[in-house]
């Protein structure tokens, strides 16, 4: 069945340090691959999305890159910040409807 | 201004008390849905649209209800709430792309059922 699986659930990172999020999916169907960032308390929003012909995708101190054949992608964050501490979404279309199916979610924590 | 609006925020209710939480956008997107937001589960949908009077099941519909008879409104329906249904709700809405497109999400409803 459809399924995104999410690693690691919770990340510590130092400030000025990089973080890497990773994501598995079931379906090589699968076509659009976005990224959500969750506040505390506030809604989860688009920070970054790739699509399935483009292997990596930067904006600023963001990146996303995937990898077809092995059906995993992942987001990487270059000199984080305190304003970086959030938990991160991945997410993968299935099906025809563009179903989007999300992973459980990484906490990460930029410590001073 | 672009948004998803729902209501309420917040909401306490007793078991088996018939409830709707309602959800709008004002961006003329085709498509709609509602997730459930759970502590270590992520986000799971409940259902979604693609279009006006076109709905199906997503991977936790058990409990809920939903229609779509206008573009703009979807609400999510609990006919019999139950404790195990307590959780923070979330409408979202995109345009419809066979190839994707952002989801844009409300502000969330965080339910109690006692």
């Known amino acids: 069945g459809e399924n995104v699986e999410q690693h690691p659930s919770t990340l510590s990172v130092q400030e000025g340090d990089s973080a890497v999020i990773k994501c598995t999916y079931s379906d090589s169907a699968s076509n659009y691959f976005p990224w959500y960032k969750q506040e505390l308390g506030k809604r989860p929003q688009l920070i970054i999305d790739i699509r399935s012909n483009v292997g990596e995708k930067k904006d600023q101190r963001i990146a996303v890159t995937l990898n077809k054949t092995a059906k995993h992608f992942s987001l990487h964050i270059t000199e984080t910040q305190p304003e970086d501490s959030a938990v991160y979404f991945c997410a993968a279309t299935f099906g025809t409807a563009s179903k989007l199916t999300f992973g459980t979610g990484t906490r990460l924590q930029v410590t001073l | 201004e672009a948004q998803v609006t729902q209501n309420p925020r917040y909401l306490i209710t007793v078991t088996g008390k018939k409830l709707t939480v309602t959800c709008s956008q004002n961006m003329n997107h085709e498509y709609m849905s509602w997730y459930r937001q759970d502590p270590g589960l992520g986000l799971r949908q409940i259902y979604y649209?693609?279009?006006?009077?076109?709905?199906d099941k997503g991977d936790v519909p058990e409990g809920y209800k939903v229609s779509r008879k206008e573009k703009r409104n979807f609400p999510l329906i609990l006919e019999s709430p139950s404790p195990n249904q307590t959780s923070l709700y979330f409408c979202?809405?995109?345009?419809?792309?066979?190839?994707?497109?952002?989801?844009?999400f409300g502000q969330g409803t965080r339910l109690t059922v006692v």
């Open positions: 979202a809405s995109s345009r419809w792309d066979s190839s994707g497109a952002e989801a844009f």
């Open positions: 649209s693609m279009n006006v009077e076109v709905t």
